[in-house]
């Protein structure tokens, strides 16, 4: 959006992607500007998929990542054998999206 008189100085993009890990669907949301990477990602895990005959849709797990090395998992029921593999795959995409190094740093900035 053009607005008379003034100039964009930044430009940020928010996205949410869905796809399935591990047999669960996972949804990633996330925000960053123009040429730089993002440095937070907050991820929601559903059991299951659309079309499992028992798909309910209800978030089981949710969370974030950080660039910076913040890491933090909400259950919203109760815990089930595997979760911890399960979010565990989602942080290691979420750091791919960041690429971050292993000192923690987002090559990407």
Do not use: W
């Not at 209800?58 to 054998?81: C, L, M, Q, T, W």
């Amino acid at each position: 959006m053009k607005i008379k008189n003034f100039k964009v100085v930044s430009k940020e993009t928010n996205e949410t992607q869905q796809g399935t890990i591990k047999g669960n669907t996972v949804v990633l949301n996330f925000g960053y500007k123009e040429n730089e990477k993002p440095t937070n990602i907050g991820f929601s895990i559903i059991r299951g998929k659309e079309g499992d005959t028992d798909f309910a849709g209800n978030v089981a797990i949710s969370g974030s990542v950080s660039a910076s090395g913040d890491f933090n998992s909400y259950p919203h029921e109760p815990k089930r054998k595997g979760d911890f593999a399960l979010i565990m795959a989602v942080a290691e995409i979420c750091e791919e999206i960041m690429e971050v190094e292993e000192d923690g740093e987002n090559k990407g900035k």
